[in-house]
C-alpha cells in the first residue's frame, strides 16, 4: 500500500512557499484595491486557480482576477484590467485568451492578472473566463483538508502519466475537473477505481441531460454551471490513457506513477525503413493554446492532402517550441508512376462521356472495364513527398495567424544529418508510462 | 447503315468449307455407326455444336457426341466412348471435361468426340454435357435462315470484343447463348439495343424464377431444362463490356466491330514506376478449364497474400501458355520497415494482456494509444515482395493439379531484360474495342 502523504511531501509547497505565496498574493490584492480605490473603480480583485483553493502543487502559479461590475463594457472592463495589471506587474506583458490579460513573474514565479465580469451561479456568461471565481468558491466550499490531499494526489498522477491540462496542446484533465473527480467520487483511491472499472464514456453524473447534448469522452456537469460541460476538453485519447494507467496502478501501485514524466528531449533521425519529413513554420507571438489549435490544422491538412495523393499516411507528431514542427511518417518517398481512374458506372450515361474523354490514346492504359465500372490508368501527378507537402499548404488556409507565415515553411529531410528534432524526440518515444 | 450480309460473307463458310465440313461429318458418323453395329452397341453419333446448327463461323471445330443408353454405366459409356474415338480419330489424343473425350485434326480441323448419355428435356441429367443435343434440336427447330445470320453476326461482333466463349479462361457468352439470345429477342440490331439499354443484370425472360436463384449478372433461362442458367459463365466485366460497345456501336456502327480483336502479343518490360513481377508454373496437360479455374484461384491466393502482407496490390494479369504466367503489381517492391499492430480496445480486458506482452521494449516503439485502441509498432517481417509471393504459395494450397508443381514457381523480375512476356503483352495492352 502506497503512503500517499509520503508521496506528496515533496511535491507539495513546504511552510516557505506558503508564506511566500501568501506574501505575493496579500501584496498583489492590496495593490490591486489601492488603485481600484484611487481610480473610483467599481471591480475586486480575487485570488483564484490551484493556490486559491489549496490544491496547488509545488512552484504553482498565481492567478488573480479582477472582477468588473456588469456596468463595464467588455472593451473598458479589458482596457482598465490591462492597465492596472502593469501597474502592479511592471515587467509583465500582454497576452491573449479569451479576454487581454497581463503575464509576469515576481520571484520566480508565474502571475497572471485577467481582468473578467462578475456573474452569479447558473447565470448566462459573457465570456467562460467569467466563471474562474466561482468555481474556486465552489470548491473552497466542497473540499476538506483531507480530500485536498486526494485532488493533488490525482494531479501528481495524471502529470505523471501525461494527461494533466485542459490546454489544447495536452487536451487532458484540468485542476478543476480533478477537484470535481474528488468532491463526486470521495477519494484518490475511488477516482482510479471508477476510470480502471469504467466502459465507454465516463459521465458524472450519470443522470446528466449533457451526455445527450455532448459527444465528448467525458461529461462531468458544472455544478457552477448545470449547462456546461466542465470536461469538454479531454481527448478519447487521453479518457483511454487515465483508463489503463489507473487499472495498473491498482494492480501494483507503486510510487514510479506519481514521479515527473520523462523530460521531452530532442532526438536525432533514426531510420524505421519508412520516410519522415519535418515541416517547420515561424511561431507567431500568441498564446499556446492559439498556436496549438493552429498548428494542428496545418498538420490535419497536411495529412488530408497528403492522403488524398496517394501517399501511405503512417504517423505524425507536433511540437511547438521557438519554431512550431510538424512531422509526417509515410511508407515511401516517392508514389508510383501511374493512378488508376475510377470513372463512372456503366449503367450512367457519364460513362459514355468518360470513355470518350480518354479514347484517343490520352491514358497510359484504357478505358478498361473492372466489374461495371469504366478505368484508365493516368500518369500520377505528384511522385514525390516534398511535392505533395509544399502543395498541401500552397491550396489551403492554414489559420488566421499561421497563414501568413506558411511561405517560411521550410520541408527538412531529417534522414542526411545527426540534427536533433523536439517533435522526432516527441515521436519516437512515444509510450505510456509503465 | 451496315450491311451485315456484306459483313458476314468473307466470316462463315464458303460452299467449299461446306462441302468439307459435310464430308468429314458424314464419314465419321458412319464410322461410329459401323462400329457400334459391329460390337453391339446401342448407342447413337449425333452432330451437334455450330455446325449442326449452321451456326458456325469459318474455321469452326466439329462436334460429335456419341450418345449412349442410359443402361450403362458412367463407366462403361466413357470407357466405350474413348475406344471409339481413337478408332475413328487415330491421331485423337485423349482429354477430359466432364467426361473424358478423344480430341484431334482431320483436314486441318479440329474435331472432339465425346461420349455422353441420352436424356429427354426436363429431365435430370448426370452431367450437363448430356444436354447438348438438346440445345442442338432446340435451335434448330426455332431458328430459321435469316436469324442464323443474326446469331453470326452477333457472335463475330463478341469475338470481336473478346467476351465470346463460355471457357473460364473467357468468361463470356457461348454460342447456344447468342442463338438464345437472337432467338428471344428477335435480330442482332434487338439485341444490341437490349445490352444498350440494360441497367443492372440481364435476366431473359424477366419473369424466370432462376433471377432469384442465382446471383450471376446474366440469368437466361435454358428452354431445354426449366432449372438452368444457360448464362452462368458470364462476369460482370463481360456485361459491362457488351452494355458499352452495344452503345458504340449503335451510335456509330462501323464494320471496325466485326474485325478480328488485336492479337495477343508478348512485350517487354515496360516502366509504370510500380513493382512487376512475374510468376511462372509448369502448366499440366490438362483441358483448358481446368488449368484455367486452378490458375486464377493461384493468381487470388497470391493477390490476397500480398494485399495481407502489407504490399499496395495496383493490378495482376494472368496468362496460359507452354507456362502459366501470372503478374503482379504492387505500388513498390519493399514494405516499410515498422507495421502499427493494432491492440485490443482499452475497454476489453485483453488490452491489459497485449500492454504486458509488449511492456518491456519488446517493440520498435510503443505500446502507445490512438483513440481507444492499445498500439504498438513492430518491425515488419517479410519486407520484399520476392519473399511475400514465395510464402503465399508455400501456405496454401493452390489447387489440386497446381500444387504438386508449385516448387517449380519461378518469380521473375521482368525489368532487368527485354524478355517478352504474353502476360505483359495482355497487361499493357488492356482496353476495351474502341
Known amino acids: 500500500m502506497i503512503d500517499l502523504r509520503e ?4 511535491n507539495i509547497p513546504d511552510d516557505n512557499e506558503k508564506r511566500e505565496i501568501s506574501e505575493i498574493t496579500e501584496s498583489l490584492i492590496s495593490g490591486i484595491r489601492q488603485i481600484l480605490a484611487r481610480d473610483g473603480i467599481n471591480a475586486t480583485p480575487v485570488l483564484v486557480g490551484s493556490t486559491a ?17 456588469r456596468k463595464f463594457s467588455e472593451r473598458q472592463m479589458e482596457s482598465i484590467g490591462i492597465r492596472i495589471g502593469h501597474e502592479v506587474l511592471p515587467d509583465g506583458i500582454e497576452r491573449y485568451a479569451e479576454h487581454p490579460y497581463v503575464s509576469g513573474y515576481i520571484r520566480g ?7 473578467c465580469f462578475r456573474i452569479e451561479s447558473n447565470t ?14 465552489y470548491v473552497l466550499t466542497h473540499l476538506d483538508e483531507k480530500r485536498r490531499n486526494d485532488v493533488l494526489a490525482l494531479k501528481l498522477f495524471m502529470k505523471s502519466i501525461g494527461v494533466y491540462g ?12 480533478c477537484e470535481l473527480l474528488v468532491i463526486c467520487l470521495g477519494s484518490f483511491q475511488k477516482v482510479l477505481e471508477r476510470f480502471a472499472s469504467q466502459k465507454g464514456r465516463l459521465v458524472i453524473p450519470e443522470t446528466t441531460p ?9 461529461v462531468i456537469e458544472d455544478p457552477t454551471d448545470s449547462s ?9 485519447e487521453n479518457l483511454s490513457i487515465m483508463k489503463i494507467e489507473s487499472r495498473l496502478y491498482l494492480h501494483s501501485p507503486s510510487k514510479s506513477f506519481f514521479t515527473k514524466p520523462q523530460q521531452e528531449k530532442p532526438l536525432p533521425y533514426k531510420d524505421r525503413g519508412t520516410c519522415i519529413r519535418i515541416v517547420t513554420l515561424p511561431k507567431p507571438d500568441l498564446v499556446d493554446d492559439v498556436i496549438y489549435s493552429q498548428a494542428q490544422r496545418a498538420r490535419k491538412i497536411l495529412v488530408e492532402h497528403i492522403v488524398d495523393t496517394g501517399f501511405h499516411y503512417m504517423d505524425s507528431e507536433l511540437y511547438v517550441g521557438n519554431e512550431i514542427e510538424i512531422m509526417i511518417e509515410t511508407e515511401s518517398a516517392t508514389l508510383p508512376g501511374v493512378t488508376r481512374h475510377v470513372g463512372p458506372p456503366v449503367d450512367t450515361p457519364n460513362s459514355m462521356a468518360f470513355i470518350m474523354k480518354w479514347k484517343d490514346g490520352k491514358s497510359v492504359r484504357g478505358p478498361y472495364v473492372i466489374d461495371d465500372r469504366i478505368c484508365i490508368d493516368a ?18 488556409n492554414i489559420g488566421k495567424n499561421l497563414d501568413p507565415v506558411k511561405g517560411k515553411a521550410r520541408i527538412i529531410d531529417p534522414s542526411g544529418s545527426d540534427t536533433a528534432y523536439m517533435v522526432l524526440g516527441k515521436f519516437y518515444s512515444r509510450k505510456i508510462h509503465l
Do not use: C, M, W
Request: avoid cysteine; glycine fraction near 4%; proline fraction near 6%.
Open 7 to 10: 508521496i506528496l511531501l515533496p
Open 53 to 69: 483553493k489549496h490544491t496547488n502543487l509545488k512552484n504553482a502559479d498565481i492567478d488573480i482576477f479582477i472582477v468588473f461590475d
Open 109 to 115: 514565479r508565474k502571475i497572471d492578472l485577467v481582468p
Open 124 to 137: 448566462r456568461i459573457i465570456s467562460s473566463v467569467d466563471r474562474t471565481p466561482l468555481h474556486t468558491e
Open 166 to 177: 485542459s490546454e489544447i496542446r495536452v487536451q487532458g484533465f484540468s485542476g478543476y475537473v
Open 210 to 218: 449533457l451526455a445527450a447534448k455532448y459527444r465528448s469522452p467525458v
Open 228 to 236: 456546461r460541460n466542465a470536461a469538454a476538453a479531454i481527448s478519447l
Open 379 to 396: 500518369p500520377s501527378v505528384a511522385r514525390d513527398i516534398e511535392t505533395a507537402i509544399f502543395s498541401a499548404f500552397s491550396g489551403a
